[in-house]
């Protein structure tokens, strides 16, 4: 059993004053009847909690897209710097969010955020190997026996062997870059492997989702069919 105010809260409702002044309200019924009370105990298991009517959403499993600015770091909390918990709305930063994988702080571009444990370790296991799709400016311009070593699996600086990637040049100093993997700073070790110094890096697709033209900084939920997407 559990205080109706702390469910409502956890579902992602509102503050607990917002929430207090939408019972004050008569908006929320327990079991059809009508519920003013924030005290109430209810089961959510076995009572039907309705808000305007409907099922008060927050509890069921939320995954968005956010086109990461550069400047924020990919955590939910950091004593120093900005994270990217800072660009959600307010009513998406009630409903525990993780960070899918993580873009580095001067990187841009598509990153998934989600409520779902499960969703988010599959995703992130080794196993699963998700295409990423990175745009990258540098110095210098790639060449035909680069894109062979992305190709064959790069040898790190550090000794750490990388899967095979797909390395396209764009034309001088711009190429996209395809991995399979998420290890640290990985695109920008893998060119600078190659004597190619990444001067700005962007993530614009992962699996089939793609960043398309959502506003740097802004962030969409995914459908249920985007979401059985990336199950697969
Ligand atoms: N590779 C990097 O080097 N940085 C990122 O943020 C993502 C991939």
Do not use: W
Request: one cysteine or more; proline letters at 5%.
């Amino acid at each position: 059993m559990e205080r109706l105010d702390k469910f409502l809260c956890d579902s992602g409702v509102g503050t607990r004053s917002q929430v207090k002044a939408i019972l004050k309200a008569g908006r929320v019924a327990v079991d059809e009847k009508v519920e003013r009370d924030c005290a109430r105990k209810i089961d959510p298991d076995t009572q039907r909690v309705t808000l305007d009517g409907e099922i008060p959403g927050g509890k069921r499993r939320v995954v968005v897209m956010l086109n990461k600015p550069a400047g924020y770091v990919t955590a939910t909390e950091d004593k120093a710097e900005a994270t990217v918990m800072e660009l959600l709305p307010e009513e998406l930063r009630r409903l525990d969010l993780k960070p899918v994988g993580r873009l580095d702080k001067a990187t841009e571009g598509l990153l998934l955020l989600t409520n779902d444990g499960e969703l988010l370790h599959r995703l992130i296991s080794p196993k699963k190997e998700v295409p990423k799709i990175y745009y990258a400016r540098h110095e210098g311009t790639a060449t035909l026996p680069d894109i062979q070593a992305f190709a064959a699996g790069l040898t790190l600086r550090d000794g750490t062997v990388c899967r095979p990637a797909r390395l396209e040049p764009l034309g001088a100093g711009e190429s996209l870059i395809t991995v399979c993997e998420g290890k640290y700073h990985q695109v920008r070790r893998m060119m600078a492997a190659r004597c190619m110094t990444v001067t700005y890096l962007e993530r614009l697709q992962e699996g089939a989702l793609k960043l398309n033209n959502l506003p740097r900084g802004a962030v969409r939920e995914l459908t249920e069919a985007e979401i059985s997407a990336l199950e697969t």
